[in-house]
Structures are given as structure tokens and as C-alpha cells.
């Protein structure tokens, strides 16, 4: 952290004071108003809703290594940890709020510019904020799946459980990183209890994709399938770090889709992209959704 605080850094990547900020927002604009976008979001967009971004330049370093699926499943300490820690996370996740990204994205889809949208968090921001069909790559944690049945259940259910068997359980989290997990002091953990499947008593997890774990096929197929009929695909807020989401750029630039990149700080999609803003999201988006409303009211008048 730098000590900048979000206002400041709106301020000074405002696109009127970056060179050539505001012609590339312009252009931005016009790719969108031509329609077939599709969004790629990743932990950027949601930092302003006050949920951290450990890659981005507004996160310190995460200090613990992230839960992994083979960890999850076969170590019986580090789960009833994870779900400790979990459990004091998922306050900061429940009560995250969309920004003005996540309407921004909502109000193109409204508009018809959108093919679809792809989102590597798993915090279900883009629908609290009014998107739909949003093909989450890495599950939602507000929902919970059972590892022996199959069965889906809520995490609000799931939380009232949780304190319900643990009546004494008081610790006080240090921080929180972007899955929902926090950082806590070991001993604060001791006596916490698991709960189970109130179905077939079996493991319960988040329905998020663990290190270690891979994204389902059928959410990949149908996220490469989006990528390939548009005409344009729109990052916004990813690094592009992790191959799980700088595939789809590779794609896109193999298959001739012009790829256009809104983040804050460099990105590995930069070589791929024809398009770049170096900006906060919650700044440039709805910039970028009020020009696409002035242009398409230009365009009906033209057509009228
Ligand atoms: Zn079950």
C-alpha cells in the first residue's frame, strides 16, 4: 500500500489527466456501441466494493497460502481452520456492496452491447448489482455443495448452522482476503466444530474452485464459446495472472476478437490487447457507459 487512498488514486488516473486517457476511453466507447462485447472481470472490479485484490496494486501481499482442494479434503485440522477462518470472512463478503463497475456493466447489458460476461470472483457482485447470466469460472461462495451427494445448499443456511454449533467461537479476524478467508491466530481456532451435509452427513465446501481444483469443463466450454462469437472482449480488473483467465485472451486474439484491457496497474494480456486504460474501474465504466448512451440516442436519430 502506498497510502493513497481510492479518491486520490480516482483523481490522479482520472482519463483527462492521463495522455491520450480520454481518446482511448473514446475509443472504448465506440468498440462497445458496436455491440458483441463480452466482459471478462476479475478481483479489480470488485476492490472498490472493499474487497481486496492481493494481485492489484491496492493489495498487500496475501501472508497465508491459499486453501487448496487436496489440503481441503484429506486434512481434518486445516478444514476445521479454513472453515473458522471462513466463517469470520464471510461477514466482509455478505456485506460487500456492487460499485459503480458492477451498474456500469449491468446498465451495457441493458443496453444490448453485451454477448455475455465471464467473472473470475466469486463474490456475485455483477448480479447483486443487475447483471444476469454471468458465467461465474470459479463458483460463488453464497453457496455451499456436498463433496458425497452433490447437494447445493446456501451459505446464509449454512452460516446459522455454523454459529449455532460454535455458540462461544469470538475471535476477531486481522484481515481478510479476496476468497473470504482471513487471516487468525491459530489458537483463536482451537474447539471450533465443522458441520456436515444435513442430507448424508458428508463434506461440505464452498462452490468456489480451489487452487488445485479445475474449473468444470462445461463452464469453460461455454465461456470459450462466448469469447469466439464476439466481437469484442472487454477485461476488466484481472492482471490476467493466472491461465485460467489469460486463456481466453490468448483465444481471442488467435480467432481475430479485438481484446481491450480496463485495469489498474500493468497486466499479462497487454501484448494481446489492441486497447488499453490504466484506470480505477469505478471511474472509467461509467464514463464509458455514458458515452455508449449518447452515441446509441445519436445513432436512433439517425435511423429515425
Ligand atoms: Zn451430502
Redesign the pocket.
Known amino acids: 500500500m502506498d497510502g493513497v487512498t481510492v479518491e486520490q488514486r480516482a483523481e490522479r488516473y482520472r482519463p483527462e489527466c492521463v495522455p491520450g486517457g480520454q481518446d482511448r476511453v473514446a475509443e472504448l466507447a465506440g468498440w462497445v456501441t458496436d455491440g458483441d462485447v463480452v466482459v471478462l472481470s476479475g478481483a479489480g472490479l470488485s476492490t472498490e466494493s472493499g474487497i481486496p485484490d492481493y494481485r492489484g496494486p491496492s493489495g498487500a501481499a496475501r501472508r497465508t497460502t491459499p486453501m487448496t482442494y487436496q489440503t481441503f479434503t484429506r486434512d481434518p485440522v486445516a478444514r476445521r481452520r479454513y472453515w473458522a477462518r471462513s466463517h469470520l470472512g464471510w461477514r466482509t463478503i455478505s456485506d460487500a456492496r456492487p460499485n459503480a463497475g458492477h451498474r456500469a456493466v449491468a446498465r451495457l447489458q441493458e443496453l444490448a452491447r453485451l454477448g455475455g460476461i465471464i467473472t473470475q470472483n466469486v463474490d456475485g457482485l455483477h448480479q447483486a448489482g443487475g447483471a444476469r447470466d454471468v458465467v461465474e469460472l470459479h463458483g460463488n461462495l453464497a453457496r455451499i455443495t456436498?463433496?458425497?451427494?452433490?447437494?447445493r445448499s446456501s451459505r446464509s443456511a449454512h452460516e446459522a448452522r455454523l454459529s449455532a454449533a460454535n455458540p462461544d467461537f469470538a475471535a476477531v479476524a486481522a484481515a481478510i482476503n479476496p476468497d473470504g478467508d482471513v487471516e487468525l491466530d491459530e489458537a483463536a481456532l482451537d474447539g471450533f466444530t465443522v458441520v456436515?451435509?444435513?442430507?448424508?452427513?458428508?463434506?461440505?465446501k464452498p462452490d468456489v474452485v480451489y487452487f488445485g481444483e479445475s474449473v468444470p469443463p462445461d463452464r469453460v466450454a461455454r465461456s470459450f464459446e462466448l469469447v469466439c462469437g464476439a466481437r469484442t472482449l472487454l477485461v476488466l480488473g484481472s492482471s490476467l495472472t493466472v491461465m485460467s483467465g489469460r486463456r481466453f485472451v490468448l483465444r481471442a486474439a488467435r480467432e481475430g476478437v479485438r481484446v481491450a484491457i480496463v485495469n489498474q496497474g500493468v497486466t499479462r494480456g497487454e501484448p494481446y490487447a489492441s486497447l488499453t486504460v490504466d484506470a480505477p474501474l469505478g471511474t472509467v465504466l461509467p464514463d464509458l457507459v455514458a458515452r455508449v448512451e449518447s452515441s446509441t440516442r445519436q445513432n436512433a436519430r439517425i435511423i429515425l
Open positions: 456436498c463433496l458425497d451427494c452433490g447437494s456436515d451435509c444435513t442430507g448424508c452427513g458428508g463434506m461440505l
